[in-house]
């Protein structure tokens, strides 16, 4: 049977065309999209064309073989990328990949057509899961794959050969199940954020709680965190007192954040550990949860409030900045410290 073009907002995804061969190989060609693919630029015309002959021949996705879906715009005017299906297991279980131009980067297309072919996809009731991997260092790649709703299951050693180079792999997965939950995830704004202490009832549930995959360079696990909170630190001469709490939103845990207490040794209490669960970010619990916070900072008598950050794509330097945070110029163990003077907010 012919896969059917898919419709989105935005976007057209159809079957390949032997038009398609110049958009194809110009995109291949491009530095910065073979950067973590499986072929060597310059990508010839002649190898776009044969790969688009052997794809037109099919009807669509067969298990064991890759196929392909041309990304364009409503009107199928411009080729914005491609989408890349691969089924085994007699199309049980089924591997994407995606792959756009730069001029399409940065407006969620990718996104958008990775969430309608899953769609698709996962209207056949025989599908049990749908995968994807990357190289480690793809951001963009898996920050499109974790607002699907894929999990990230494991990071592979020296897995994946490109030629003569050799890199590890990430790969993530999702079942039925897996949908299912993100599908239902509360994505409104809550009514009420607050902060709980963290005690022997809530801990076990705040242990659940994890970042994206892509956040993880970013943001300390659970498990770090609290160890954290056992054991002082020594800093500045003196040792650390961390005050842990629970997000929660609307009577459900959904966050951590840790700040440190005023002492001799530290004059400002410090945001040390800040934590949306991946199900709940992109609600506005984030700035709320910091509202709380600037609130518990009024209670010590604070006049200001620092934290630190990585630099990077994903860095969470932007939503503290727009917050009021600014960088007081110093780097300390290679991250940005920055301030936010409590009176001002």
């Given at each position: 049977?012919?896969?059917?073009?898919?419709?989105?907002?935005?976007?057209?995804?159809?079957?390949?065309?032997?038009?398609?061969?110049?958009?194809?190989?110009?995109?291949?060609?491009?530095?910065?999209?073979?950067?973590?693919?499986?072929?060597?630029?310059?990508?010839?015309?002649?190898?776009?064309?044969?790969?688009?002959?052997?794809?037109?021949?099919?009807?669509?996705?067969?298990?064991?073989?890759?196929?392909?879906?041309?990304?364009?715009?409503?009107?199928?005017?411009?080729?914005?990328?491609?989408?890349?299906?691969?089924?085994?297991?007699?199309?049980?279980?089924?591997?994407?990949?995606?792959?756009?131009?730069?001029?399409?980067?940065?407006?969620?297309?990718?996104?958008?057509?990775?969430?309608?072919?899953?769609?698709?996809?996962?209207?056949?009731?025989?599908?049990?899961?749908?995968?994807?991997?990357?190289?480690?260092?793809?951001?963009?790649?898996?920050?499109?794959?974790?607002?699907?709703?894929?999990?990230?299951?494991?990071?592979?050693?020296?897995?994946?050969?490109?030629?003569?180079?050799?890199?590890?792999?990430?790969?993530?997965?999702?079942?039925?199940?897996?949908?299912?939950?993100?599908?239902?995830?509360?994505r409104n704004t809550p009514a009420e954020v607050c902060l709980v202490p963290v005690d022997a009832d809530?801990?076990?549930?705040?242990?659940?709680?994890?970042?994206?995959?892509?956040?993880?360079?970013?943001?300390?696990?659970?498990?770090?965190?609290?160890?954290?909170?056992?054991?002082?630190?020594?800093?500045?001469?003196?040792?650390?007192?961390?005050?842990p709490f629970g997000i929660e939103s609307d009577g459900e845990l959904v966050g951590f954040v840790m700040?440190?207490?005023?002492?001799?040794?530290?004059?400002?209490?410090?945001?040390?550990?800040?934590?949306?669960?991946?199900?709940?970010?992109?609600?506005?619990?984030?700035?709320?949860?910091?509202?709380?916070?600037?609130?518990?900072?009024?209670?010590?008598?604070?006049?200001?409030?620092?934290?630190?950050?990585?630099?990077?794509?994903?860095?969470?330097?932007?939503?503290?900045?727009?917050?009021?945070?600014?960088?007081?110029?110093?780097?300390?163990?290679?991250e940005t410290e920055a301030v936010l003077t409590i009176e001002d907010t």
């Amino acid at each position: 049977m012919a896969f059917e073009p898919i419709t989105t907002e935005r976007l057209l995804l159809r079957p390949p065309r032997l038009s398609d061969a110049a958009a194809l190989a110009k995109r291949r060609s491009h530095a910065m999209v073979a950067e973590y693919q499986n072929w060597v630029p310059p990508y010839p015309l002649e190898r776009a064309e044969e790969m688009l002959d052997g794809l037109t021949k099919l009807n669509g996705p067969v298990s064991d073989n890759w196929w392909m879906l041309t990304i364009t715009d409503p009107q199928d005017t411009t080729i914005f990328g491609d989408l890349a299906i691969h089924p085994t297991f007699d199309g049980r279980s089924i591997e994407i990949g995606y792959t756009l131009d730069p001029s399409a980067w940065g407006q969620g297309y990718a996104t958008e057509a990775v969430h309608a072919l899953t769609e698709r996809l996962w209207s056949n009731d025989q599908v049990t899961r749908i995968s994807a991997m990357l190289h480690p260092d793809n951001v963009g790649s898996a920050q499109v794959l974790e607002r699907t709703g894929f999990r990230c299951e494991g990071h592979t050693r020296l897995s994946y050969w490109v030629g003569d180079d050799n890199s590890d792999d990430l790969l993530y997965g999702m079942t039925r199940d897996d949908r299912a939950d993100w599908l239902t995830r509360p994505r409104n704004t809550p009514a009420e954020v607050c902060l709980v202490p963290v005690d022997a009832d809530n801990v076990h549930r705040l242990r659940k709680l994890e970042p994206h995959r892509s956040q993880q360079r970013f943001v300390s696990s659970m498990a770090t965190s609290l160890a954290d909170a056992l054991r002082p630190e020594v800093h500045n001469g003196g040792l650390t007192v961390a005050l842990p709490f629970g997000i929660e939103s609307d009577g459900e845990l959904v966050g951590f954040v840790m700040i440190t207490a005023i002492t001799e040794y530290h004059p400002h209490p410090e945001l040390w550990r800040f934590l949306i669960d991946r199900r709940h970010q992109r609600r506005g619990i984030g700035r709320l949860a910091l509202d709380a916070v600037v609130q518990e900072c009024r209670t010590m008598s604070a006049t200001a409030l620092q934290t630190h950050w990585c630099e990077g794509r994903g860095s969470p330097r932007p939503f503290y900045e727009q917050y009021g945070f600014v960088p007081n110029g110093k780097i300390v163990n290679g991250e940005t410290e920055a301030v936010l003077t409590i009176e001002d907010t």
